[in-house]
């Protein structure tokens, strides 16, 4: 299996690297897909929202196809679903995929390649109105979404938790256990200054019980 990561300038570093490191954990110890590799649309370093440079192992005419594909957000999307060759790739992409997944605003991403439509999904709090006034999608303020074989997740950090939960659906609850003990992944729990509260936080923080 191959399971690929889409990276464009201006990724959000942790959409990218969280996922990463779970989805190679599963490979490496509980017999996951047997290719990982990331993907950009030239040869060369990308430069990510925050400085860090990470190097493609494909670009999108010499890419083999996936049976996973995943697409990180960050402030680059707003350039990228512009880009007729990236959206293309996605898209043509999906066609054959098992499932494709979204962190953050890579959501926009997956709807501008079409993948959305009458779909429920969701994106960063900071994004999620924008996500409705797109008008065919089903928004939901929840840290992970799944509708079919497209799985979204909320920001930044979520994506940890979506390959977590993407590992469980693909094997077991033991073997994601397995890959969640590896990485040591045990959020504490704590609202820091209680921000969860605030009036923009998505449902789904202000309803929870924190320390």
Known sequence: MNFGFLIF??????DLVGPWE???????????????FMVAEKPGPVICNK???????????????????????????????????????VAEQAEHCKAVLSV???????HR????SNKRATTHWASLQKLRELGDVEVVEDRIVKDGNIWTSAGISAGIDLALAF?????????AGKIQLGAEYYPSGKSYGMMHKTPQ???????????
């Not at 300038?9 to 942790?14: A, I, R, S, T, V």
């Not at 390649?113 to 959305?116: K, N």
């Not at 590992?167 to 073997?175: A, F, G, S, Y």
């Not at 936080?201 to 320390?211: G, I, S, T, V």
Request: hydrophobic share 35%; net charge negative; glycine share 8%.
């Open 104 to 110: 953050c605003t890579g959501t926009f991403i997956l």
């Open 22 to 36: 779970i989805i190679s954990l599963w490979s490496k110890f509980a017999q996951g897909p047997e290719k990982c």
């Open 113 to 116: 390649a079409g993948l959305l």
């Open 167 to 175: 590992i469980e659906h693909m094997t077991d609850e033991k073997t």
């Open 201 to 211: 936080a998505p449902e789904y923080l202000r309803k929870r019980d924190w320390l």
């Open 51 to 89: 400085g860090m440079s990470v190097n493609p192992h494909f670009t999108f005419t010499d890419c083999p196809q996936l049976d996973f594909l995943l697409v990180p957000g960050g402030e680059g999307t707003q350039r990228e679903v512009e880009n007729h060759s990236l959206i293309q790739f």
């Open 9 to 14: 300038p201006g990724l959000e570093e942790l």
